[in-house]
């Protein structure tokens, strides 16, 4: 860990949402990510609410990336506000060896600006993740083809990832982060908000004044 | 998203997602249950919804139109032997009345556009194209506007209001120089069209409630860990009106020193009071059952004290017994300085998240939600008189073990009827800046007001600022409520009148401006009801006046502890960081399941 920099280290939490179909392999990215683990053998998203990578962007950049994944409710796509909240970035995921789950990205894209923006009014970063390429059975090329997609879809990008193999999730969760930081650098952060009070078990045992985040 | 079949077979189904719908739902969820959430609205929360602007112009224009009928599928297809169809209603139209909106601000927005008084990093290209998105979204709603004023004189006012706002020179110019448009506040109005542009900034309430920083749903809050999906905000101060006057009512030990309107005996003998009354003595005993009002008095506090104490601290009326004013007056002083200097506070986005954070819950632990989706008929077993199964609004039969029903839901030939409903009479404004301005524009206020004039009700008032995320910067949103006499507008606007600036109010130039402003009654959920219902069919409750979430928490611990007695009620869920996932071997085949462990 580089905590050498104490003095110029700034540290960023953000929150990053992974949305597509079921079965499209979300968990898995996450899982890959955080945990740099895959496995096969899973059900549904039970008990998990997101999970929690640190990252040592460079020497005074700490980001903490909170990757929320979607619960029992996706199936039938009435996600709460409380998932959409804040968040500023987001990964939509589809699987490369079904076609439908490539149909629904627009939804979940359509979804996502619908529900969250940027506090400028914008749509929050999103980047395209086609899932399960080591199971890809054509090797035809369709980046130019993805690459318009994203373009009038309002992606910022896409990625061919595989949980399974390791590929490009760590890449992919490199570029959104570029582009949320960018982001960041270049608004102002609503400071007006003051301050806000988290409710918590430490709090409770404390009984401090406030416990803001 | 896909329009996939439902799982036919769950331990509960919950219809409505208001908070106590809300909280049943996490609860079982929590404790392994297998939940079915369904709401038939398009939107989470029921009567505890917060909505946009635009949003809710969409809710009051379907409150407006005539309730489509649905056509009564005859279900009994699906019956099995020995079983009975009991229908549930398919209209919730009774639990909201007497709408009525006035728009005391400016309709055209084109020389607003200009000078936008907020984000001044918002580059004019995306805003231009943002309004036109969401002026396409609800356009359905902005034609039906003019309908919603009912009473045509109203609306001759309210034209009225827009001329005479034009002739305001500032108001007619879009002079917008630098200074102007930026850091200084301009005198300028906020058009109606801003309100429509700016309306995702906007998060309004249907209920208006505080969170005693000590009460059962901070509590709960705090016990199940569902406080991760919510930020709060402190109520900084607590303001009464007084002969005519909005003043600020010192409540805290810090406030009674600071506070300048009390004389300095005032101040010793409510130190006294406040201190002695934490304690039940002999003295307070031999009042119970009189009024609050005369233990006051004859404490010879003097008129000041007795208003402070009666209506802002113990927020009852004149006639509470003794007993109950000291009770609230306790829970009043408990409260305060966990979080702050009142003893309340206010979620950041609305009271609207408050459900939603308890339905994520259930969602994580594996609850279905399905919005614009109901139940249309139950399935009943004659001979044990309980609910087997539920039919869905798609026809699917779906067993249950319990049923769970918001009382809106249950048809009026199952209400067992005594009196007829009861309702809360609430006001919404949106006004240009705060009823009592201070040093800092973001204060949360909580407003007592006393009956303006012997008949009305007392009124509670809650003024938020724009950060918390209910209202677009340079508003003030504003919730009214009280028990209803007459219809919203009756009991409501003479206090509107009074203490905002509207056409119909006069010498009220220091007043914040009403620039939009919505009337409405909801059925007050604080009368529970007896049902002919099978005993496995549990009916929930919607918002009452109370300024507390007392009675939704506990009628859905009632109802938890009913059906399954043995388990805890919203244990803590574990933290997200300290789970960990476990490296399961993909040679395990068969039943997969994510086993999930906790770090200690």
Redesign the interface.
């Given at each position: 860990m580089a905590g050498g920099s104490v003095f110029e280290c700034k540290e960023y939490l953000f929150k990053v949402l992974v949305i597509g179909?079921?079965g499209v392999g979300k968990t898995s990215i996450i899982?890959r990510y955080v945990?740099q683990?895959f496995?096969?053998?899973?059900?549904?998203?039970?008990?998990?609410?997101?999970?929690?990578k640190v990252i040592n962007w460079d020497s005074k950049t700490l980001v903490r990336l909170q990757l929320w994944d979607i619960?029992?409710?996706e199936?039938?796509?009435?996600m709460?506000?409380?998932?959409y909240?804040e968040a500023v970035g987001a990964f939509v995921v589809f699987d490369v060896t079904r076609g439908?789950t490539f149909e629904?990205v627009s939804?979940?894209k359509h979804?996502l600006d619908s529900k969250v923006?940027l506090a400028?009014?914008?749509p929050i970063p999103s980047v395209l993740l086609a899932n399960k390429c080591d199971q890809k059975k054509d090797s035809s090329n369709n980046t130019a083809l993805m690459d318009n997609f994203c373009k009038e879809t309002g992606f910022l990008g896409w990625f061919e990832t595989s949980a399974k193999d390791n590929i490009n999730v760590d890449e992919a969760a490199r570029f959104l982060v570029e582009s949320i930081l960018a982001n960041d650098k270049g608004?102002?952060y609503e400071e007006?908000?003051?301050?806000?009070?988290?409710?918590?078990?430490e709090?409770?045992a404390a009984?401090s004044?406030?416990g803001c985040? | 998203m896909a329009a996939e079949e439902l799982p036919s077979e769950f331990d509960v189904v919950i219809l409505g997602t208001g908070l106590a719908e809300s909280v049943v739902a996490a609860a079982f969820s929590r404790v392994g249950q297998r939940v079915l959430h369904l709401d038939r609205r398009s939107y989470y929360a029921a009567n505890w919804a917060s909505f946009t602007f635009n949003s809710l112009l969409t809710w009051i224009q379907q409150h407006h139109e005539e309730p489509q009928p649905e056509e009564l599928h005859d279900w009994s297809s699906l019956l099995e032997e020995g079983e009975e169809l009991i229908y549930l209603s398919n209209t919730d139209s009774t639990s909201v009345r007497n709408l009525q909106v006035f728009c005391f601000t400016s309709e055209e927005g084109e020389e607003a556009e200009a000078q936008s008084p907020d984000a001044p990093n918002t580059t004019e290209e995306v805003s231009a194209g943002d309004a036109v998105k969401e002026t396409s979204e609800t356009e359905s709603a902005d034609s039906k506007y003019e309908e919603t004023n009912q009473k045509p004189e109203e609306e001759e006012e309210e034209e009225q209001a827009s001329q005479t706002e034009g002739e305001e020179p500032e108001a007619d110019q879009p002079t917008p120089t630098a200074a102007q448009s930026q850091s200084e506040p301009t005198k300028k109005k906020i058009s109606y069209a801003q309100l429509v542009k700016e309306g995702r900034r906007f998060n309004i309430d249907l209920v208006s409630k505080l969170l005693y920083s000590r009460g059962s749903l901070v509590d709960l809050l705090i016990k199940s860990n569902v406080s991760r999906y919510a930020e709060f905000k402190n109520v900084t101060r607590i303001l009464t009106y007084r002969h005519g006057q909005v003043e600020q009512v010192p409540c805290s030990r810090a406030d009674v020193f600071a506070s300048r309107q009390l004389s300095v005996v005032e101040k010793r003998k409510l130190m006294r009071y406040l201190t002695s009354c934490v304690e039940e003595t002999e003295e307070q005993r031999a009042y119970n059952g009189r009024p609050y009002l005369e233990f006051l008095c004859d404490q010879q506090l003097g008129n000041n004290l007795q208003h402070f104490l009666l209506h802002s601290i113990a927020m009852v009326t004149e006639d509470t017994p003794t007993e109950e004013g000291l009770a609230s007056t306790r829970h009043f002083l408990r409260c305060l300085g966990r979080y702050g200097n009142t003893p309340f506070l206010f979620p950041v986005y609305g009271l609207g998240e408050i459900p939603q954070c308890f339905c994520r819950m259930c969602a994580v632990f594996g609850g279905i939600y399905c919005l614009r989706h109901s139940v249309t008929c139950l399935l009943v077993e004659k001979e044990t008189n309980r609910c087997k199964a539920v039919i869905d609004s798609r026809g699917q039969r779906i067993s249950c073990s319990h049923f769970v029903v918001e009382d809106g839901f249950v048809g009026a030939d199952r209400k067992r009827l005594a009196t007829p409903t009861r309702f809360l009479s609430r006001a919404v404004l949106i006004t240009d800046g705060s009823i009592l301005p201070s040093n800092s524009d973001q204060q949360v206020s909580m407003i007592t007001v006393p009956p303006v004039a012997a008949g009305c009700p007392t009124v509670k008032m809650v003024e938020l600022c724009p950060s918390t995320m209910t209202c677009m910067p340079g508003t003030h949103l504003v919730h009214l409520t009280c028990q209803s006499v007459g219809s919203a507008f009756e009991d409501l606007s003479p206090v509107v009148t009074r203490m905002f600036r509207t056409p119909q109010s006069h010498d009220q130039e220091k007043n914040p401006s009403v620039l939009w402003c919505l009337y409405f009654n909801m059925a007050d959920g604080s009368e529970v009801k007896g049902h002919d219902l099978p005993s496995n069919v549990f009916v929930t409750f919607g918002p009452d006046g109370a300024l507390s979430h007392e009675h939704a928490v506990s009628q859905a611990e009632l109802i938890f502890k009913k059906i399954l007695p043995e388990e805890d009620f919203c244990p803590p869920a574990p933290n997200p960081e300290d789970i960990i996932y476990d490296g399961e071997n993909t040679s395990t085949g068969g039943e997969e399941e994510q086993s999930l462990q906790t770090e200690e």
């Open positions: 179909e079921l899982k945990h683990l496995s096969q053998h899973y059900r549904a998203t039970i008990g998990v609410d997101f999970a929690l619960a029992g409710q199936r039938f796509g009435n709460t506000r409380v998932y909240k439908s629904a939804k979940w979804d923006k400028n009014g914008n608004l102002p007006s908000n003051g301050e806000r009070i988290k409710l918590d078990q709090t409770v009984e004044k406030s985040c | -």
